[in-house]
């Protein structure tokens, strides 16, 4: 295939819209990419070669399913009409996640969801405490994505430098092994996001680290690799956290900064010295104002100095934060503040200081003593770190990451945002939301810089230069709006994610915990609303914020171009709901202020026309925010305006009718979405935010009226709806607050998380098949909840009695695993406290026996069957084991009576050289073989 760079490509598109401005180029960027190991190939299809040259170039950009697995993936195309079209993106997010959430005035919805979340953390601590959680089974399993990663905040290096912790946004704390592979979650009986971390050596010897973050929840300490979370005490008036750091004393003091505090609202240093116990104020500054802290993290000093930028002005300790000294004004006027330092130094600071609109970025070679202003930046999301081992590296971020090596004089970009389409392996993602510097003994410069980014973590071993992505594998923490799975195969399955594009997978069998699924992004940007006619992906839409993309072919998917854009003039969400025409698959509607219909022309070309009268921009309502077809009659159809009206339509959403106003507080509704009975037309559901009423409303008569449907459903924001297809009547409902199941016999919904289910935000919700539910989250990737309870395990227990050993030795027989006739799981047959260095064999038979047998009992009758001799290695007494891995021997067919629905008896015999019938027996182990 031809290599298409993105400069030609963002030139063609340019030269086609007319919006020829700047825009990322990199001659040695391609647009080729390759389909990740679980996607089929894909191609971007357009007009022909006599149409315009956009058109005519993105009919080469094609995948190549035989290229290697990290080759490069597309270039972006969705803010082709101007380079600041990310940061308005960010904006219209922001904005629209505020206008979802909608409560009366004195309503703090996220006060609420904050309380949602921390009353299931404490549920699930208890949990554990208690056991109860082991007694469960499992009925989730982790789809992916394994391969997009999201938002990723923090990352701190373990004490003993050999692995590697990731703070996420809505996924928690991640560890992995200092080359970022492994990675496994620690958080996901966390709530919220991880902002900043802190790994410190465990209390006792041989503890596991002590880790301390800060997060949605505050800060928590896990003494336990995750498995519980704390909150000390000592932290209640701290608020707007500004640092969390140490101190190198021994024990560690573990150090956090606020920027407001109960006492005066001034800001204030908490210290503990207790492993993370207990918290008390060390000092306050006189007065409030913005402030920022920093404490050296290697070298004599970090044990001793800290120094502070508050209201503009440097303040610098040498006890440990008992006391402080003023230092230098730098800006008496600044109403933010960002402090960093280099220990290679004096050391030497670097703070940002917001006066007005504006950032400057001041160096003070002195420690605060004096300081210059060296820098304005333009693209600064209040990101800065300073290398370790070169006081003259600085590196500040914002949609992109900007690292300086004289001091801060000048800049350089790392790389334009686009560019890490074509090279996700060395190239940053957009959109920087931490960076860290920190010593690094593996390191050949003596420290690691880690960006973190919307699309993961980078390392870099050249102090901020050419930095590696760590999070191409593994790393789950990918944000989803929707999913959408083909009918036609329940492991199809599309995505639109937030920042990672549209996506597309083929789920794969789960090997154990973590992700297993890779999913290839087949165009950038941030999609939702994604849809179908028939629930095949034949033909599948879905918006993106300025038009609609569409993909053709089930197996074989093209992405067509020309994109459809938006109805002239029509206002509508920032990522407005569409919905596929259930009786035209060449048809999709579009909900703004007027419901509009959209039906193929040829090829990749589309028209509109207004299908309905009704004006949904009324009453203090300005556009449609959900639509719903019933299923079982495509007449029939639901929609909510922003204003929380529910309507109906008889005639296929040509013409509408206002349901009845009965629900308190119905204009602090607002209806996200909708789903329909799958085989009853006239029962529909509606959810949306329920902090100032009821967040989720059902229709028995087709719309004419709706009630609450709120028992066992908190306060909270309920994003997505779907009903089951076994005919149960169960509901499902994605929400801030969690995943619920609603049981129609006992009229209450139901939390159906477990603590091995992630602790985050579920967005999405579809009905794979007739009861398996495939849910979207914003931060843990996509999970599939399967409410049929799963089968028993396989019997397995010991009977009979071992015989005592010459060297008095009770050898004692085990079950590790899961019997199985199928591939995968392991199963063996174990024996412990056997006489060292002696040989013996597992026998086995279809009958249990009890018969005394040379001074023991023989617990399997005859006929028997034996294995292989092995040896018991070891040293020492009763140090020797043996072990036989028994579902290879199922598998291999050596022996047919080794069949499914089979109970086995096994046990183990062994030379014993000292006994008086020189042999030695264990008790004896059964088990069914499923």
Known sequence: MHPLSFARFAAALCLTLGACQRAPTDSSSQAATTA????????????????SPAAALLEVVRYDPGAPALAAWPAPT??????????????????FIEELHRAAPDVDWRAIERANGLAEQERRRQLVLSGAHLLSSSTWTEIGSKN???????????????????????????????????????GDNLWGGVWEALALPGEAAGDPDLLVIWGSAGIRVSRNQGALWEAPAGLASANNIRMLSKFATNPPTIAVWSNNSASGNAPALYVSTDFGRNFSV??????????AAWIPRVGASAATHMYVSHRGQFYASSNAGQSFTPRAVVDANASKAVLCGSEAGAPTLYVALQNGSTWTLYRSNDAGVSASSVHQPGDFWEE???????????????????????????FTKLNGWGEY??????KLHADTMGLFAWPDAQSPSGESVFYCMDGGIWRSHQSGASPTNLSLSGLGVSQYYSTHTSVLDPGRVLAGSQDQGYQRGNVQPSSGSGPSTNF???????????????????????????????QEGETNPQLLYPWVDFPAGSNHLWLPPIAADPLDSASFFFCADRLYRYTRVSGPTWSYVQHSTQNFALSGSSYMTALAFAPSDAQRAYAVDSAGRLYWSQNHAVNWSLASSNAP???????NALAVHPTNALEAVVGGSGYSTAGVRRTLNGGASWQALTNGLPATMVYDLAYARDGSGDIYAACEAGAYRYDPVAGSWFNILQPATPLTLYWSVECVGQDLMRFGTYGRGIWDYDPTPPPPPPHVASYCTPKVSSGLCVPTISGVGTPSSAPGPSFQVRASDIESNKNGVLFYGLLPHAGAFQGGFMCVKSPVRRTSSQNSGGSGACAGDFAYEFNARIQSGVDPALASGARIYCQYWYRDPGDAFTTGLSDALEFDIP
């Open 282 to 291: 060390r000092y306050q500054m006189p007065s409030a104002g913005a402030s």
């Open 421 to 426: 389409y074509s090279n996700p392996v060395q």
């Open 520 to 550: 290839t992004q087949l165009i950038s940007g941030d999609y939702g609303h994604l849809t179908s006619s028939s629930g095949a992906h034949d033909l599948v839409y879905s918006v993106y914020p300025g038009f609609v993309l569409v």
């Open 665 to 671: 507080g119905e204009h602090y509704f607002y209806g």
């Open 384 to 410: 800065l770190t300073a290398s370790t081992v070169n006081a003259n590296t600085v590196i500040y971020g914002g949609v992109e990451a900007f690292r300086s090596t004289n001091g801060g004089a000048g």
């Open 78 to 95: 969705e803010h082709h009409l101007d380079i600041d079209a990310e940061k308005r993106n960010k904006r219209g997010r922001k904005k």
């Open 36 to 51: 990740t190991e679980n996607a089929a190939p894909l191609a971007v299809a357009g007009p022909s070669a006599s149409a």
């Open 148 to 186: 997009q990663a999201g938002r990723m905040h923090c990352a701190a290096l373990s004490p003993d430098g050999q692995s590697l912790y990731g703070g996420s946004a809505l996924g928690g704390l991640w560890k992995a092994n200092y080359d970022g592979t492994n990675w496994r979650p620690l």
